[in-house]
């Protein structure tokens, strides 16, 4: 009954978390920090706030990492800076003392470094290749391009200095969240990337040489917006989602689709959730969820009713959620026995959390091969099962506090079995090169 308690609470403030939007601080609505929100005193009784809870609250081992790193030395210098810095800055030095955990989960809110106006940049890495998958229309040309520098500061340089403020145990995972940096002018201004509003910013043309334009932080708008979707000459299997009746709960969380002249069965897991985790409280979000045991035996249902030689199970956009979930869909797929040794699955630096866990579990439990890019994250880690509120800034810190361990053969993260990275070129053309990997692969007898 104690378990029980404790999970629906975990899920109560999970699911308020997301339901709580990106409302922003009032000092996040401009690009021109003011220190009008708190005072020097309010700061500093948040910082002391935080050096006095936190030790409590989170895990013995991940305080202990922290306290190597310097974070109490941290912490006074920062009550000593608070007079000099703005307060986008202060937020920003309180990220850079928790990053130093070492652990993906232990972070600060991420809505605080939403901003109402950002950069026209939004970009997508393909392989050691950052490219602009979407912009402002006037600036339609720069689609497809890769970004070179901002400032005249490479991206490799970019993303070093990123690595300070991402909460993470792995370097894939600071480079998959680093693209959401970039558009931020507050976290170019906190590294040193620029001291204005207006950024140079430069890309590579195949046929030009190097590009070289403007950008100066704008309300991002979709109607104003072009994507590398309208220009891509047909879409890839990952974005074929299926849209008949028995796929409407949210076909954004897990959905199928049977590729006939492949005979392989599609399964994009995106979110480890399920309605039967959720508490009366948030009935209005739990009509979205869908239902794991209900999809299960629909999935199953197909496979057996169906010429399916393959399933594929990707993992690719999966950030987490939670674990019993993957192992209620992993127990059904294992009364199919004509899948014993042909399910394949495809990981990626966003892979994260729970979405680790389940690559971890597909392979350990269902012999699965993967493909694909190693994960964001390790698959034994720490969980943020708490939530430390400052009391004047309201900043929310999300504490791990619970170690997670799945399978001890695992010490970092996963690495799937064929090194897959997506290519520019083929993208554009609507292949998927984890998916044409695994219809060359043989079948593994398991």
Known sequence: MIFKRTLKTTAIIFLLIILSG???????????????????????????????????ILAKEIYNTLEEEGFSKGITQLKERVSELQDYEIKYE????????????????????????????????????????KTDKRKKELIGKELLSINDISVDEIVKRMDSII????????????????LRPKALKFLDITKEDTIKVKFKDEEKGVLEVDMTPQKIESDNMVSIKDIMEEKSIQYRRDTRADMKDNPNFYWYKYIKEDKILYLQYNKCMDKSIVHESVEEYTKSIP????????????????????????????QGGYTRITHTLVLKLKEVNKLRGRIFIITGKNTFSAGVKAAATFKEELGATSVGEATGENVNFYASG?????????????????YMPSYANYPRNFIPNVAVEQSFKNYLKGIDDAYEEIKKLDIIEW
């Not at 021109?32 to 910082?47: A, G």
């Not at 299960?296 to 399916?308: A, E, K, P, Q």
């Open 22 to 56: 990106c409302n922003t601080s009032k000092d996040s609505v401009s690009t021109v920090e003011s220190k009008e929100s708190l005072t020097d005193e309010q700061w500093i009784e948040d910082i002391e706030y935080l050096e006095e809870k936190l030790p409590r």
């Open 386 to 402: 708490l939530k430390l509120i400052l009391p004047n800034s309201k900043i929310g810190i999300m504490c791990s506090n619970v």
């Open 94 to 133: 309180l990220t850079k003392l928790i990053a130093k955990s070492g652990e993906g989960h232990t972070r600060l809110d991420n809505q605080l470094y939403e901003e109402e106006k950002r950069y026209p940049l939004e970009t997508y890495w393909f392989g050691d290749e950052l490219r602009l998958v």
């Open 291 to 318: 239902d794991i045991k209900k999809f299960s035996n629909r999935l199953v249902d197909y496979i057996n009713n169906n010429d399916v030689e393959r399933l594929i199970v990707d993992l690719r956009f999966n």
């Open 167 to 182: 909460s993470h145990d792995t370097n894939q995972w600071v480079k998959s969240q680093s693209r959401r940096y970039i």
